[in-house]
């Protein structure tokens, strides 16, 4: 079946250093979501790609979605401490069902 | 005003014991999804619900019923609680159950003694 991996698993980063992490499906997507979770909370929705190669961009996070449309990417610019939780991509498969990753989590020292 | 919220939070019981979970969203969603989160942080997908139809049936032991007495509520029933039921399950909501955003719960946290 459809699998998604993140990497790093965990990320430790000084503030103001920048934090990317990765998400790979095993099949091809017909859409990726982030999700932020903050220690002791519930998955946040951050974004929602959809097109081949789309780039979108909230302040100083930019999601990026694969040519391929099997993998995408968050990236932090100048981490700051409320940035610390666990991200998580939820790919969906053509027909499938969302598939969430294992998570990155990010650690943000002061 | 919450918009996807779920009762209890925090849940422990013994082994054996059968318990329910509700859930309630107020946002006029046509479907709602039950997750287990395990403690090493894995979400998966348990349930889904489509307008009361149930449209995603993960492979979860059949001790685990999911109810839904209208579209606004999807609540959870297990039967026979095991010491592996211990997790935190989140409910979530969205308008469509492809493409939209799902909005979570605030999580209950299992505790199977």
């Known amino acids: 079946g459809q699998q998604v991996m993140q990497i790093p698993q965990y990320q430790h980063v000084q503030e103001g250093e920048d934090f990317t992490t990765y998400c790979n499906s095993s099949?091809?997507?017909?859409?990726i979501q982030w999700y932020k979770q903050r220690p002791g909370g519930h998955p946040v929705f951050l974004i929602q790609l959809v097109k081949s190669g789309e780039v979108k961009k909230q302040k100083r996070l930019t999601f990026q979605f694969g040519e391929a449309k099997k993998n995408s990417s968050l990236h932090i610019t100048a981490t700051q401490t409320t940035d610390v939780g666990t991200y998580f991509c939820a790919g969906r498969g053509y027909g499938q069902n969302f598939v969430f990753g294992p998570g990155t989590r990010l650690s943000v020292l002061p | 005003d919450t918009a996807v919220s779920q009762t209890p939070k925090y849940l422990v019981t013994q082994m054996g014991n059968d318990k329910s979970i509700k859930c309630e969203q107020n946002l006029g969603h046509d479907t709602m999804y039950w997750y287990k989160q395990d403690s090493k942080k894995f979400l998966k997908i348990m349930f889904s619900?489509?307008?009361?139809?149930?449209?995603i049936n993960e492979t979860v032991p059949n001790r685990f019923s999911p109810k839904s007495p209208d579209k606004a509520h999807l609540n959870l029933h297990i039967n026979s609680l095991e010491l592996g039921d211990s997790a935190v399950y989140f409910c979530a909501s969205s308008t469509d159950s492809i493409y939209n955003e799902q909005f979570f719960g605030p999580g209950t946290r299992l505790t199977v003694l």
């Open positions: 099949t091809t997507l017909s859409n």
């Open positions: 619900y489509n307008n009361k139809e149930l449209i």
